[in-house]
Structures are given as structure tokens and as C-alpha cells.
């Protein structure tokens, strides 16, 4: 019984499907196979169920996965106990963030970040918030950059910015000659709003009471600020960006963007960790790489910004 079986039994079990793995743990199919069957073999169990339609865990096998996670998670908070009493700012860091934060966040500090420590490998997926909170949970990821909501009170929360939503409006909206966006005056628009689940859409749609929204969810699930930007582009509807975004718009394109009017709505960027988090050398070294690369303006709420 190895350490390496308890890997490939939950990567089996999480994927529920051995090729998949296999690739996953960076093996072949047949040699992770082979080391599940060995592993039963000893144990005198079956723990998937094996068909042409799914793999499934037998109730034996349950027992043995969850046993076989508490194994792995033993494994590694040794090694991240070691490493923070050496203070090493170098191995894999995992850290999930959302999608409508990374695009504008990640090549603000990253790059300066590999140069600044190369042995540090930062492992960055792309999830939404739910996802974040599961990934954290099981330990799939030590930290992640989220947005302050409900439903996070069980993580532990450091503060990196505040960042505004901002209307892109196309030259052919009736807002377009505005100078600020008003709550009121966005109602009746054709919008371009990204799908239920993300927290981007769901703080704006609460914030502006849009009533259009169910509209857009039912026509518009394309799910990318990017995309709904070229839409805009185009000469059709409104959507919104985050602040961040302003700095990598063209001349043209910023001729686009409102600001909201008084109070502005702002959500706050956070990061999370869990209460058995270890490694607070490298997530103070990622907290200082953003916070030094964001505007400085962004590093605290003003009295004109309303936080959603």
C-alpha cells in the first residue's frame, strides 16, 4: 500500500473515469490500472465498479477513498509544515481564482512574480465561486482570489482591492452620450450578461434590480466578458466590465466605458484560505506581488464607492 495508489484511487474517484487520471496523474492508463488492481488485490476488495458506461466506487471502495484522502492530505500538510518553519517560498502553490478576475489580474503580477521567485510554481485554475469553495474544502487548492459575498464566512479573508463595475456601451445605445451610467437608465436595455453562477452578474443584478436580466440569461449564454465586449463592439446592447479591464482597452474601446454614477458600486477582491491553511510565507509573498501591481486608488474604499 503506497502513497502513490492512495493519488491514483481518489484521482479515479474524483474523475470517475481511469484515461482521464491516468493523465492527471501523469501516468499511463494501463500503469495506473495495474497499481488500483494490485492495491485490491491486497486489500481483498473491490473499489470501483467497473463498466463500459462509468466507473463507480463499491461501498467498500468508499471507505477506502476517504481513507485514502485523509492519507494524502497527512502527506502534504507535513511537507507544507516543513516548508513554513524554512519560510521556502519555492514548490507548487495551487490557487484557484475567478474568471472575471484573472484575465485583468494575472498578467498584472504573475510574470513579476516568476522572475522575482522561480522556484515558486503558482498552479492558477480558473473556477467560480462554489467551485472555489469546494476545491478549498477538499484541499484541491491552498488559496484562491474570490470576491467578498455571502456564503464565504467559513474561509479565512485578507483584502487586496476594490474594484469598480463599469458600464461598455455601444455608440448606438441611448446611454452612449451619457457621461455616467445611472441605475435607472439601464432597465430597458438590451444587456449582455454572463450566466447565473457567476458573482460578477449576480452583484449587478441585485445592485441595479435588473429586471432584464432574465432575458439576457435566456438569450445570452455565451458566458465571456470578452465576448459580450466584441458585441458591444459591434453596435448591439450594454454589458459591464470590472476596472481592471480599462487599462488594456484600446483608445477607441475606452471611448466605450461609463462609470457608474454616485453611489459607485465596487466589489471587493479577496483571498481565501482555510483555517488549517500553513503555507502563510508564500501567500504573503502573492498578497504583497498584487497589491503592489494594482492601482494604488484600488487598495481602499472611498466614500463615493458603495460595496455590493
Avoid at 19 to 35: F, I, N
Avoid at 63 to 74: G, K, T
Avoid at 150 to 166: I, K, M, N, R, S
Wanted: proline share 4%; with cysteine.
Amino acid at each position: 500500500m503506497t502513497l502513490q495508489q492512495m493519488q491514483y484511487v481518489t484521482a479515479v474517484n474524483r474523475l470517475r473515469h481511469f484515461a482521464r487520471a491516468a493523465k492527471e496523474c501523469g501516468v499511463t492508463q494501463p500503469t495506473l490500472s495495474a497499481m488500483i488492481r494490485k492495491l485490491e488485490e491486497e486489500l481483498g476488495v473491490a473499489i470501483f465498479e467497473r463498466s463500459s458506461q462509468q466507473v463507480e466506487p463499491t461501498p467498500a471502495g468508499l471507505l477506502v477513498i476517504e481513507e485514502a484522502q485523509a492519507m494524502l492530505d497527512c502527506e502534504r500538510r507535513i511537507r507544507d509544515i516543513i516548508d513554513e518553519q524554512r519560510q521556502s517560498l519555492c514548490g507548487t502553490f495551487r490557487m484557484g481564482i475567478l474568471p472575471t478576475i484573472a484575465p485583468y489580474l494575472l498578467p498584472r503580477f504573475m510574470p513579476w512574480l516568476g522572475k522575482r521567485y522561480p522556484e515558486l510554481n503558482l498552479h492558477v485554475s480558473e473556477m467560480k465561486t462554489e467551485e472555489i469553495k469546494d476545491a478549498l474544502a477538499r484541499r484541491d487548492i491552498d488559496a484562491a482570489v474570490a470576491v467578498n459575498i455571502d456564503g464565504l464566512e467559513g474561509f479565512t479573508q485578507t483584502t487586496l482591492y476594490y474594484e469598480q463595475f463599469v458600464a461598455y456601451v455601444s455608440r448606438e445605445s441611448s446611454l452612449f452620450a451619457r457621461r455616467n451610467i445611472v441605475v435607472s437608465d439601464i432597465r430597458n436595455e438590451s444587456l449582455w450578461l454572463l450566466d447565473e453562477g457567476h458573482c460578477f452578474r449576480d452583484q449587478l443584478v441585485k445592485f441595479c434590480q435588473l429586471k432584464a436580466a432574465d432575458k439576457s440569461k435566456s438569450n445570452y449564454l455565451l458566458g465571456s466578458i470578452e465576448t459580450f465586449m466584441r458585441m458591444v463592439e459591434s453596435g448591439n446592447g450594454i454589458t459591464f466590465i470590472p476596472e481592471l479591464a480599462l487599462e488594456q482597452l484600446t483608445s477607441q474601446q475606452k471611448e466605450l466605458a461609463r462609470p457608474f454614477g454616485l453611489p459607485i458600486p465596487v466589489r471587493e477582491v479577496v483571498i481565501l484560505t482555510t483555517g488549517k491553511f500553513i503555507r502563510k510565507a508564500i501567500l504573503d509573498t502573492i498578497i504583497n506581488a498584487i497589491v503592489t501591481h494594482v492601482p494604488e486608488r484600488m487598495l481602499r474604499l472611498n466614500n463615493t464607492e458603495q460595496r455590493i
